[in-house]
């Protein structure tokens, strides 16, 4: 079993910026994608970005341009640069973990991003 810890999150004010780290255990031996998606108030969970074994980013519109995913394969972390913030990024973030060979996803607890002035 895949377990996912979040780090980063908090609050911050419309044009800032904040970054969200994510780091797996135990050791995965597979190829697997990683990646951010949120959950904002009343809404239904939405991917944000993801990053394959290759290292080729993909966004949803709404970031792009302002936030930037990466990946650290040898410590099995990902990281999202978050950049001008608005209203709108306001959402639980959720680290995930994509394994194709299985299909299974695995997903981290969630931390709170608040964009507020």
């Known amino acids: 079993q895949v377990q996912l810890v979040e780090f980063g999150g908090g609050v911050v004010q419309p044009g800032g910026s904040l970054n969200l780290s994510c780091v797996a255990s135990?050791?995965?031996?597979?190829?697997?994608?990683m990646g951010w998606y949120r959950q904002g108030p009343g809404k239904q969970r939405e991917l944000v970005a993801i990053?394959?074994?290759?290292?080729?980013?993909e966004y949803t519109d709404a970031v792009k341009d302002r936030f930037a995913i990466s990946r650290d394969k040898d410590k099995q972390q990902v990281f999202l640069k978050m950049n001008n913030l608005r209203a709108e990024d306001t959402a639980v973030y959720f680290c995930?973990?994509?394994?194709?060979?299985?299909?299974?996803?695995?997903w981290g607890q969630g931390t709170q991003v608040t964009v507020s002035s």
């Open positions: 990053i394959s074994s290759w290292d080729i980013p």
């Open positions: 135990p050791r995965v031996t597979s190829f697997y994608k």
């Open positions: 995930n973990l994509h394994l194709p060979v299985t299909a299974n996803n695995y």
